[in-house]
């Protein structure tokens, strides 16, 4: 029996690590928010399937792990700035509290 071709049982993984700012983290979250579907069906339609449809299940993977993950990393960056600023608050208050008196 003739083989169809070289079969091979190799995997290349590549990982890219990217360093968004607050801006793009929410853009990919409202992106990611729409669906596949809804994204992919107005991607279609208004520019056509050659360039994206090879990438269709990249695409759906990618906003599987956006919509996993950025939501907490917006969190985290909210949760930061409160507590910096209530931080901040307290540190002014002390600040311009009067002097406690020894006596108690």
Same mark, same amino acid.
């Given at each position: 029996?003739?083989?169809?071709? %070289? +079969? #091979? ?6 990982? *890219? ?10 853009? =990919?979250?409202? =992106? ?6 809804? #994204? ?6 208004? =520019?056509?399937? *050659? $360039?994206?449809? %090879? $990438? ?10 956006? +919509?996993?993950?950025?939501?907490? *990393? /917006?969190?985290?960056? +909210? ?16 600040? /311009?509290?009067? %002097?406690?008196? *020894?006596?108690?």
């Amino acid at each position: 029996m003739a083989e169809d071709g %070289p +079969r #091979f049982s190799h995997r290349v993984t590549v990982v *890219a690590t990217l360093d968004l700012d607050e801006q793009q983290l929410g853009a =990919l979250d409202a =992106l990611a928010g729409y669906g596949d579907e809804a #994204f992919l069906n107005v991607f279609y339609a208004q =520019l056509g399937r *050659a $360039y994206l449809q %090879p $990438y269709e299940k990249g695409l759906r993977s990618l906003f599987a792990t956006i +919509r996993t993950t950025v939501p907490k *990393a /917006l969190s985290d960056v +909210r949760l930061a700035r409160k507590t910096l600023y209530e931080t901040e608050q307290a540190r002014r208050q002390k600040l /311009l509290a009067p %002097p406690e008196s *020894a006596d108690g």
